[in-house]
């Protein structure tokens, strides 16, 4: 589905030097499938989603979406940033409905599809509010509708649930995965949470930090569906999130 | 007190009254003849207002400051956003700005009058450039802060550059530029009548200064008081506008209205 080879990203500093935030990647993500890509603070992980996205031109290698390369962004691929990016001047119907009608769909067919898309993402009643009259969940909720709505097969997160909160942050991650049962997209989900990556994905990327290079791929065997009450005192998840934990504060790597 | 202040238009009648009463008080005082008292001065309202002529006077003001202000949007506007985006627009414009900005676009009125005369053309042309000055600069502030991964959700959707500028980039900067916008009406008002002061043969100005001329203080401070007025009306008519445009912005804008000539 996804086919990333040999990707590398320099971007120019202010003081005219180059610096290498990504340093060859390669990483096949299948269809359906749903990886994280974990790492500290500033390893690129941002940078690698915005180049899957079309958003930033990669240095050298490519990105391949079903075997066409990626060179610009396209609705096959729809975005969820930490900083929501809605439009604030729009209604949560408008939001929702911006990329349907973007994409040529008849009013009323694309206002149906996103009022039930705003009641799947439990909003129902907020379809008039403006953006500014959410909270930080209820925002991340109408900006992950706004994007479902438009129907790309790739999800690419950004740290999505970032600037929520812990309570708020492990219930948007229940809906996620409830979400994603029903028509398992191909999810690359960025973020720095052991445990949210171990919760929610088949595998774990972790990158090492700046440039950031593949360190490890983990496969994370674990029944679906995945209700965190249970996977918390399952052993076998334990060992998981413990296990990359020691690879993401490994001493033995220094920088080259 | 902070009650009698909710009271909507109480504040400003007040200080409308205190002004009114300082002014009759110095005039009583000092007896110039060049400082009528307020009440001699506010006679001379109904008069000039059913006057025919004055009446086309001030319509004819009217009508070249909205001409010159709405040139200056849909100049102004486009410009601003463009700057904003393209790094190419910007290192064009910016310098032409940095030089016209501060000079007082009134003081370009005689260059300006021996291309075009003293006609319409002239005086509508120095309001277009009095307004689209802070126009354009709060554009491009509205612009350049518009958040990137706004844009690349917009990018994602199909849109292209063109239609993110229009439709994106415009209404996102919407705020930012209303306050442009009511900086320039300001000083549309301005060098409306500056302009007129220049090349006098009709207009506010004109009545302004021909009452002047003939020592017809009355009249003087009659005409000020109906500019004041016509400022006033138009800047609430404004601020109403503004407030149902952008009701859906972060109240993050308070705007003062501030600007050179
Ligand atoms: N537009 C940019 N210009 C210059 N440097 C950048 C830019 N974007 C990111 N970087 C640098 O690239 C590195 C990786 O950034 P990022 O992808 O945001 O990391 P992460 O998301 O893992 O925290 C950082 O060192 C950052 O400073
Ligand atoms: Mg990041």
């Not at chain 1, 171990?198 to 791929?217: H, M, Q, Y």
């Not at chain 2, 415009?170 to 302009?195: K, N, W």
């Not at chain 2, 220049?198 to 401070?221: C, H, P, S, W």
Request: hydrophobic share 50%; glycine share 8%.
């Amino acid at each position: 589905m996804i086919s990333i080879e040999r990707l590398s990203k320099a971007f120019d500093t202010a003081r005219g030097t180059s610096h290498l935030a990504l340093s060859d990647i390669s990483l096949d993500v299948a269809g359906g499938e749903f990886v994280s890509i974990l790492g500290p603070s500033g390893c690129g992980k941002s940078t690698l989603l915005y180049i899957v996205g079309g958003f930033v031109p990669p240095s050298s290698g490519a990105v391949r979406v079903q075997g066409a390369a990626v060179t610009g962004p396209g609705p096959d691929r729809g975005p969820v940033f930490q900083e929501f990016a809605l439009f604030p001047w729009k209604t949560v119907l408008g939001n929702v409905m911006y990329g349907l009608l973007e994409q040529g769909a008849p009013k009323k067919i694309a206002e149906d599809r996103a009022r039930a898309l705003i009641e799947m993402v439990h909003l129902k009643g907020y379809e008039n509010f403006y953006p500014k009259e959410l909270s930080g969940g209820m925002k991340q909720r109408v900006a992950i509708a706004r994007t479902l709505a438009y129907g790309p097969s790739i999800l690419l997160m950004d740290e999505p649930f970032g600037a929520l909160d812990a309570h708020t942050r492990t219930g948007m991650q229940h809906e996620l995965l409830e979400i994603w049962e029903r028509d398992r997209k191909t999810v690359l989900f960025v973020t720095h949470s052991v445990e949210e990556a171990v919760f929610l994905s088949d595998r774990v990327v972790v990158l090492t930090r700046s440039p950031g290079r593949i360190k490890e791929i983990s496969r994370i065997d674990l029944p679906r569906p995945r209700r965190r009450a249970e996977l918390l005192v399952d052993r076998r998840y334990q060992d998981y999130v413990v296990a990359i934990e020691k690879l993401m504060d490994d001493p033995a790597e220094v920088r080259a | 007190m902070t009650r009698l202040t909710q009271i909507p238009g109480l504040p400003p009648l007040v200080a409308a009254a205190g002004l009114l009463a300082a002014w009759e008080l110095a005039a009583r005082v000092f007896d110039i003849s060049g400082l009528p008292p307020a009440h001699a001065a506010l006679r001379e309202l109904p008069v000039i207002l059913t006057d025919k002529e004055s009446l086309l006077n001030i319509l004819d003001s009217i009508r070249r400051m909205v001409v010159g202000f709405a040139f200056a949007l849909v100049f102004a506007i486009p410009v601003g956003l463009m700057m904003g985006r393209s790094r190419l627009t910007a290192a064009f414009f910016n310098p032409l700005l940095m030089i016209i900005y501060p000079v007082p676009k009134a003081a370009l009125m005689p260059i300006i009058m021996l291309w075009l005369g003293v006609g319409d053309a002239s005086k509508t042309l120095v309001i277009f450039l009095g307004v689209s000055l802070p126009v354009i600069y709060h554009a491009y502030q509205g612009a350049r802060a518009v958040e990137e991964k706004m844009l690349w959700s917009a990018a994602a959707m199909g849109m292209d550059a063109r239609a993110r500028l229009t439709r994106i980039v415009f209404p996102a900067a919407l705020p930012e530029i209303m306050v442009g916008v009511r900086t320039g009406l300001v000083l549309a008002l301005i060098t409306m009548v500056t302009s007129e002061m220049i090349a006098r043969k009709q207009g506010v100005g004109d009545i302004l200064f021909n009452a002047l001329a003939m020592a017809q203080y009355e009249t003087v401070y009659a005409t000020i008081v109906i500019i004041g007025l016509l400022g006033f009306v138009i800047d609430v008519g404004f601020e109403r506008l503004r407030a149902h445009l952008v009701a859906w912005a972060e109240p993050a804008h308070e705007i003062a209205a501030v600007g050179s000539t």
